[in-house]
């Protein structure tokens, strides 16, 4: 992991769109930004996915491409059910879970060490029980506050993923905010490292602590 910030391929990427102004959107912009999620997945070696926030599945197929290739899996949680869902709930290598990411997130560890499954959050249960331990990769793409960003890598890094990817971070100003003050803050507390590629709408990398 030490020299992933630092790898070449990586690195290409963000060649590419340093010169780029903030928030651009170029007409490859998606595909590149898609590309970048697989690309360093590969780099990894990443098989178990875990997305929150599905939106339009932007990230989910990038994912699902690596589930693909290492027999892995991707589970996808949104409070509601997203055009990705919809577009790809058919496809056995993805779990999609209607909850709130926080919540899911921290009520993992007691779901998963239980016997039983609370009926009531069955669903829950289900996917998350999966996950524990188990995932590589953790993609924060939700809700963008500063608040909710910052919790969710907090309680999500806990699971000991390879890498984070915390998405729209370029813009401050753009109408769903951005968390890269969320990813700073996070990193300066936790001794975990980014980098921010300014492709699309912008992309952080977060590796842990050696």
Known sequence: MSDLLN?????????????????WRGPA???AHSGLLTAVSRLVG??????LGTGTG??????LRCARETDGHVWSIDHEERLGKKELEGDPRVTFVIGDTIEVGSRTGDWAKEKGEPPQHR???LAVSAIWGKPD?????????????????????KLNPKVVFADDTMDPNEPWGSPIQAVHDFCEESG?????????????ILVPPE
Do not use: C, M
Not at 9 to 17: A, G, P, S, W
Not at 46 to 51: D, K, L, P
Not at 195 to 200: D, E, Q, R
């Open 46 to 51: 990443a098989r178990y996915f875990v997305e």
């Open 7 to 23: 790898n070449v391929e990586l690195q290409f990427f963000y060649d590419i769109y340093a010169d780029k102004p903030s928030g």
């Open 137 to 157: 990769v953790v993609y924060v793409d939700s809700d963008h506050s500063y608040a909710h960003a910052l919790a969710e890598l907090r309680i999500w890094s």
């Open 58 to 63: 932007i990230g989910t197929r990038a994912f």
């Open 192 to 204: 975990w490292r980014y980098i921010n590629v300014p492709v699309a709408t912008g992309l952080a």
């Open 123 to 125: 669903a829950h249960a």
């Open 29 to 31: 912009s998606a595909s």
